[in-house]
């Protein structure tokens, strides 16, 4: 006899187990970051080079947060991660661009995830 699959259309987030809503977030953010933050090309210009890389990075640190937090929901580790970089001054320009870009990602993934899951 097979078993039928829980129907959570149109559940709230509240509804949804965490440990579901967790594995939602990880697989979106991977497949955000294969589409949208694609490896950049060698010959790309060093800013570009530079700022596709901390977007990458920014989208890694995300996934692990979520990853090894599975008691905290994907929305909080991401808006914890944003608060920790507004905390941080970083004096030298390439420091400015790292967290402008650490910040700029976090927020792109986190409403890019509210709009495909209500997260």
Do not use: C
């Amino acid at each position: 006899m097979k078993t039928k699959s829980p129907d959570y259309r149109g559940s709230s987030p509240l509804d949804v187990p965490a440990e579901m809503i967790s594995n939602f977030a990880l697989s979106f953010i991977e497949h955000y970051t294969r589409v949208n933050f694609f490896p950049p090309g060698r010959n790309w210009p060093s800013y570009w080079f530079r700022k596709r890389s901390f977007e990458r990075w920014t989208a890694k640190e995300l996934f692990d947060a979520i990853k090894n937090n599975p008691d905290v929901p994907p929305r909080q580790a991401i808006e914890d991660f944003i608060a920790k970089i507004d905390r941080l001054d970083p004096s030298e320009p390439l420091g400015r661009l790292i967290m402008e870009t650490a910040k700029d990602t976090a927020t792109e993934l986190l409403d890019a995830l509210h709009a495909a899951f209500d997260i």
